[in-house]
């Protein structure tokens, strides 16, 4: 077989620059080892940076997302019982879109699926071939048949567990880690929000997230021990913890339900570099991983796509290869800055074990800065909305 970009990964990374390319004509064919079902199975954060919904939009799949998303112009931060806003709209005259992954997800299939995108599931053993050369492929298997792709380009948007990464000699790659402490315990509800807007709590007994995917469809997490699992935690105990962490007359408006769905993630920053050897790219989580504190996991996966895809449309439109040669060094700028926003953001919302009374009185002393002082909420709310591409 042959195309223009062979893709590996067919979440939201992969989809999206498979959608992006389709609407200039640029072929590709989207390689995803799980099912279909499967992909749309993952439970993920759900606020999408302006620069995000400008994409879908771009790429045609963006209605849904205006009819059912949320917009967002502010959230709200609380500290014990104390709780304010940062308003992005007044700071930086943007906003958020409130708006699952996995409906990004679902949107990009049925719109690679409506334009007759190439996409295989459930294949094995893909490996990436010649990336230093201009006629890179992929070999793979799909139910024991061995197949082949032959391409211009490859882009690894495979996740962090993905073959792409590990393609680059390690003798090249230089890998930058922080692990994390604790994890979130998620719950997904069938229940109505405890608010019109996010909830980011920093406690003395730990953080709490209250979210959101529709008037009845609520997200919470809590921040617990690496070592806790889903089913160390009964609905009933989660509930009364999340109470507990969140401002008084909050929790006595939170309706609970039973949890549709029960998940602990564990937290840690991670980058690699260079994001490309050769015609090999790499996007999203195959380069990058963020703590969820902002929401950053997704929308830094979505500018990744946005420099690649801007890229190869100047090769294949002026045959210039600055973009494709410059796209690491530009989107690890941006990376970085994200790596920066969410590491700082779960550093002052957190508890820590090894953290002293003066390191919360540091953290308490930080939000409220951060209510008082306009430039403190402008800087956060910048990076909140979406730093620029
Ligand atoms: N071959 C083919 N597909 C693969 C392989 C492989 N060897 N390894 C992994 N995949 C698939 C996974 O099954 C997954 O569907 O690649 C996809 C990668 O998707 P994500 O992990 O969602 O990563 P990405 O598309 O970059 O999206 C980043 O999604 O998972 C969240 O937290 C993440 O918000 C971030 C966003
Ligand atoms: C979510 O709704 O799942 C969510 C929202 C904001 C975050 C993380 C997760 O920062």
Redesign the pocket.
């Known amino acids: 077989m042959k195309t223009q970009v062979a893709i590996?990964?067919?979440?939201?990374?992969?989809?999206l620059l498979s959608q992006l390319l389709h609407t200039r004509g640029i072929s590709s064919v989207v390689?995803?080892?799980?099912t279909k079902d499967?992909?749309l199975g993952?439970i993920?954060?759900g606020v999408l940076e302006r620069g995000l919904v400008s994409l879908m939009e771009e790429a045609g799949c963006a209605d849904r997302m205006h009819a059912e998303g949320f917009i967002h112009d502010g959230t709200l931060l609380s500290y014990g019982d104390e709780l304010f806003r940062v308003d992005f709209a007044e700071h930086t005259g943007a906003t958020v879109m409130v708006y699952g992954?996995t409906e990004v997800?679902r949107d990009l299939y049925a719109a690679r699926e409506a334009s007759g995108g190439q996409i295989e599931f459930e294949?094995?053993n893909?490996v990436i071939h010649d990336t230093k050369t201009d006629t890179p492929f992929v070999t793979?298997d799909v139910a024991g048949d061995a197949r082949r792709i032959d391409c211009d380009f490859i882009a690894g948007?495979?996740?962090?567990?993905?073959?792409?990464r590990k393609t680059l000699p390690e003798d090249v790659r230089q890998e930058y880690e922080k692990v994390y402490p604790f994890g979130w315990l998620g719950v997904l509800s069938e229940t109505p929000p405890v608010n019109d807007e996010l909830i980011y709590a920093n406690s003395p007994r730990g953080f709490a997230l209250c979210s959101m995917r529709n008037a009845n469809l609520s997200r919470y997490y809590i921040q617990c021990p690496t070592s806790d699992r889903p089913e160390d935690w009964s609905d009933d105990a989660f509930w009364a913890e999340l109470k507990r962490r969140i401002p008084a007359d909050q929790a006595a408006k939170l309706v609970t339900g039973p949890s549709i769905e029960k998940s602990i993630a564990p937290l840690r920053s991670f980058v690699t570099e260079p994001m490309q050897w050769g015609r090999l790219f790499l996007?999203?989580?195959?380069a990058h991983?963020?703590p969820?504190t902002g929401?950053k996991?997704?929308?830094?996966?979505a500018s990744?796509v946005h420099y690649l895809y801007n890229a190869l449309l100047e090769y294949y439109e002026t045959g210039s290869e600055a973009g494709v040669n410059g796209y690491s060094a530009k989107a690890l700028k941006r990376v970085w800055k994200a790596e920066r926003f969410s590491w700082w953001f779960s550093s002052l919302m957190h508890r820590y074990p090894d953290q002293t009374e003066f390191d919360y009185k540091i953290q308490v002393a930080e939000l409220e800065f951060l209510r008082s002082n306009r430039a403190a909420q402008q800087a956060m709310a910048e990076n909140y909305v979406g730093l620029p591409y």
């Open positions: 590996i990964g067919g979440g939201p990374s992969g989809l390689l995803e080892r799980k499967y992909v993952r993920r954060a992954q997800t294949v094995e893909v793979y948007c495979d996740g962090f567990h993905g073959v792409s996007c999203g989580d195959a991983i963020v969820p929401a996991g997704l929308n830094t996966a990744d």
